[in-house]
């Protein structure tokens, strides 16, 4: 299945600076500390920083990566009168957006934000809302819990910290099991991401609360594990030190710790980018373990020359015994990620031609930012658990 | 009672660079964020800080605020080879402190450190290790939840978020119920820093696996709010808007949530600094709502002047009434924080003078700063619902 849309803004529309329109002061962000009057947004998308900076020689703004919705970067800010720098970007895509400022060529966060690590630092972020878009937003429904737990990884030797989205009624009905969804961050980012950036307990909220997705955990955890004193990298395709702390550390620790249906038709696991290579693997890996897989912005390996015969060590070579194992593989790609896209839509058509059945699902005019992943997660969790 | 104890060095002692000792090369910072170098820590509680900034004419390190154990500053850093830039404090107090770095005079978080929310901002911090004291680390023993609770406030018309600890043991027994510490952190601060600087819910976990304190849930929420539409702040020692969240929007919804003992007997309030006054203010003026106290570096309002007879509208007054209502008013500060400590120590002594049963505690050595306040918690905690 594909399903497309309208396109949006793309980072690559956004290249330069543009004058701020009279009358038009903007709101800050959603993203902003308590209080901070700027970065703010206005009804058109176009954002204006601002930074006290009166001993800098040069200060720019830097969207987070090439495939940043603020545009390419970074774009010159210009000191006006008590050192304070100003720049307002084109209309941005709406969503997420990583960025910091250039002090000078130093990379500096701003201090009218949250921080949220990516880029692995603690870096800035705005928000720009999606006109008529509302699945993500803090809503007067019933809310879940986010949960901090820590669980001793025999893996690692080392105590690590999950965050463990609870639905609302959890603690209400003591008899009640759920199933569980592992969701995945990616590259540069932790367990904090799909809360934080990604407002997955939010949109988990809202489905539930519409009755368009069936109560369930989200556990999310750290991707990135060390073995004590490994000297060498796994071997491609080999398990991860990440994929056996999730099974001999991670599921054993929720299951012990919270009311779970402890098997395969009650366990998913997806993640965005690097988090949903790592699904796939370990979930095409451990078919006992998972019946649900999701990879967002993160096709199959193999791309263009992508073998169902061959990939994932034979695991789509049985079709028939593919489709009775695996109650559903979501892909999908934002269509502003073109090379992310164009390889996962090469193995969504081998995945077709080999009668793999398959979920495949555009998000329109965004790229490789939590935008695609919050309207991948929405898409994926109502498929889960039926 | 007063409990003192050997000085450890103060900020005051603390005062400029010293040159790196050969062959003590020091550890990352538990503070930093996942592989990062810096800051390294030395055996003898020396920082050295790095930053690379090739465009930049002049780096500092800041110490955040005259009272921070790393020292007053702001220390000038050294460039060396390829832009990166570097310094050495001398042995800084033990605990946890807020930094950040002056490029060219602009304030500049360290991409190797956690962000901590303080100074109004996402701020850098740097532990240093207490020779001798594991109280608050992670060690092998059960540990408890940290969790994110979305409540709606009646007062304020928003969505607020509140962290609620619970202790280990929570999930497992569904007709347990708990005692309840409400406790708020400092100007500057929000709901994060209790467990994120604080430490408190290792502090819990810690207490409880002694048997030293009793199970409870801790409530942190944010300690500032507005109503909608309003003109002027409340007259002093008029309810404030955040008073008013959380007798009439917190404390409900905690009860609702949560299997807690709903009573006065088995509810506290406490905070550091800014908290530590809405604490007192809160809890005295609902006696019939909390029967705990505590004050941590925050002295009650009056100081040198404090009367006991006129003193929050004469909560003192009545030294038996007083006395047969709360368990426990708690009050305490660090020795380094002169003028706060001098200031709850003529309380405490006319506290003492009108026959009012309290306690205050020192912390030996430390200012304004999280090391008090987590000693003050460990000290604090054990006292509570016995």
Redesign the interface.
């Known amino acids: 299945m594909t399903i497309s849309g309208a396109q949006t803004p793309t980072a690559a529309q956004v290249t330069k600076s543009v004058a701020p329109t009279a009358g038009d002061e903007g709101q800050p962000a959603s993203t902003n500390?308590?209080?901070a009057a700027y970065p703010r947004v206005h009804a058109d998308g176009r954002v204006t920083f601002r930074?006290?900076?009166?001993?800098?020689?040069t200060v720019q703004l830097q969207p987070g990566g090439d495939d940043n919705g603020l545009g390419k970067g970074p774009l010159d800010m210009t000191q006006g009168e008590d050192g304070v720098w100003t720049v307002t970007t084109p209309p941005a895509v709406p969503g997420f957006h990583y960025y910091w400022f250039l002090?000078?060529?130093?990379?500096?966060?701003d201090?009218?934000?949250?921080?949220f690590?990516g880029w692995?630092?603690?870096s800035s972020g705005v928000e720009v809302p999606e006109p008529g878009t509302d699945f993500y937003d803090?809503k007067?429904v019933p809310?879940g819990?986010?949960?901090?737990?820590?669980y001793?990884s025999q893996v690692t030797g080392k105590?690590r910290r999950a965050l463990v989205y609870t639905p609302p009624g959890y603690?209400a009905d003591?008899a009640a099991r759920f199933p569980v969804l592992y969701l995945q961050h990616g590259s540069g980012e932790?367990e904090r991401g799909w809360?934080a950036q990604g407002r997955a307990?939010f949109i988990l909220d809202n489905l539930i609360a519409a009755g368009k997705a069936i109560p369930m955990l989200v556990v999310m955890d750290?991707g990135?594990a060390e073995k004590p004193g490994a000297a060498t990298p796994p071997a491609p395709g080999a398990p991860t030190p990440f994929e056996e702390v999730v099974i001999r550390d991670l599921i054993p620790a929720i299951d012990a710790?919270?009311r779970t249906r402890a098997d395969r038709e009650h366990r998913a696991i997806a993640g965005l980018s690097m988090g949903g290579a790592q699904a796939l693997q370990i979930g095409l890996n451990h078919p006992d373990t998972f019946a649900y897989l999701g990879g967002f912005s993160s096709p199959p390996r193999g791309g263009d020359t992508f073998d169902p015969k061959t990939a994932y060590n034979g695991a789509f070579r049985d079709a028939s015994a593919f489709n009775a194992k695996y109650r559903l593989l979501w892909l999908g790609a934002g269509t502003a990620e073109t090379r992310t896209h164009d390889r996962a839509k090469a193995v969504h058509e081998a995945l077709d031609a080999a009668g793999i059945r398959h979920v495949f699902v555009d998000s329109p005019g965004t790229a490789h930012e939590w935008q695609t992943w919050r309207r991948a997660l929405h898409d994926f969790a109502p498929r889960l658990f039926r």
């Open positions: 500390v308590r209080g930074l006290k900076a009166p001993g800098a020689r002090v000078d060529g130093v990379a500096t966060n201090p009218g934000s949250e921080t690590f692995a630092k603690q803090t007067d809310h819990e986010v949960r901090s737990r820590w001793h105590w603690d003591p932790d809360t307990n750290c990135y710790a919270y």
